[in-house]
């Protein structure tokens, strides 16, 4: 149902969304999905360079990274969609690595 103020109750229902290489995340509001857009690339840049300083090596996190910035500003649930497949709780991931 959307309120008055134009806010999805139910996330499941949102027509408000943000596509970033195969990546959908739907938001409950345009607020929320204009913050998401605005502050994303600067927020995946920072941790991405905290985690390369911190393991001295190049680290390609978009997805962790994006997925937590989503995390932190939807408040009213959570509703991704990977590759086609829809998601709505927050993944366990399995993290690959080479040395």
Same mark, same amino acid.
């Given at each position: @149902? $959307? /309120? ?8 499941? =229902?949102? /027509? ?14 345009? @607020? ?5 857009? /605005?502050?994303? =690339?600067?927020?995946? $840049? =920072?941790?991405?360079?905290? $985690?390369?300083?911190?393991?001295? /090596?190049?680290? =390609?996190?978009?997805?962790? @990274? ?15 969609q990977i ?9 366990? $991931? ?6």
């Amino acid at each position: @149902m $959307l /309120t008055i103020n134009g806010i999805y109750t139910d996330i499941k =229902e949102s /027509t408000y969304h943000y596509e970033v290489d195969d990546i959908i995340f739907y938001f409950s509001s345009k @607020m929320y999905r204009d913050k998401f857009i /605005t502050k994303s =690339e600067a927020f995946y $840049l =920072e941790e991405k360079k905290k $985690l390369e300083l911190k393991f001295n /090596t190049s680290v =390609e996190c978009k997805v962790i @990274m994006l997925i937590k910035l989503y995390t932190l500003i939807e408040k009213r649930g959570f509703r991704i969609q990977i590759d086609g497949q829809e998601i709505s709780s927050i993944p366990r $991931l399995k993290i690959d690595y080479v040395i």
